[in-house]
């Protein structure tokens, strides 16, 4: 069965850094597109960022440029999320989801992805 299991979500003062994974169990990471996703209480899932099969492509939204990077380690067959700068309002629970079918791109697009992990939860406070 494939599955996807986040976990490093914590609580972080505004400022500081997090940094998340994805782990899979039933299958390789390197065969799917993988993408990053955040809800935010009250509001709808929206994308952060992807990373392509190969790794050779990364999009990230704009309100996180410069703030986070997505990195693949294939051995540990884990995809991460590194988040610095962290606001107030990156609060929110952070998925993982993979897609088989894009080959050479990837979507930071919710309808894409056919896997989902449970999320872990991100709360930025002081």
């Known amino acids: 069965q494939l599955q996807l299991v986040e976990s490093g979500g914590g609580l972080v003062q505004p400022g500081g850094t997090l940094r998340l994974s994805c782990a899979a169990s039933?299958?390789?990471?390197?065969?799917?597109?993988i993408g990053w996703f955040r809800q935010a209480p009250g509001k709808g899932r929206e994308g952060v960022g992807c990373?392509?099969?190969?790794?050779?492509?990364?999009k990230y939204t704009d309100s996180v440029k410069g703030r986070f990077t997505i990195s693949r380690d294939s051995a540990k067959n884990t995809v991460y999320l590194q988040m610095n700068s962290l606001k107030p309002e990156d609060t929110a629970v952070y998925y993982c989801?993979?897609?088989?079918?894009?080959?050479?791109?990837?979507?930071?697009?919710?309808?894409?992805?056919?896997?989902w992990g449970q999320g872990t939860q991100v709360t930025v406070s002081s």
């Open positions: 039933g299958f390789t990471l390197d065969d799917y597109a």
């Open positions: 990373i392509t099969r190969s790794g050779g492509s990364i």
């Open positions: 989801a993979a897609v088989q079918d894009l080959l050479f791109r990837c979507e930071v697009s919710l309808g894409v992805y056919n896997y």
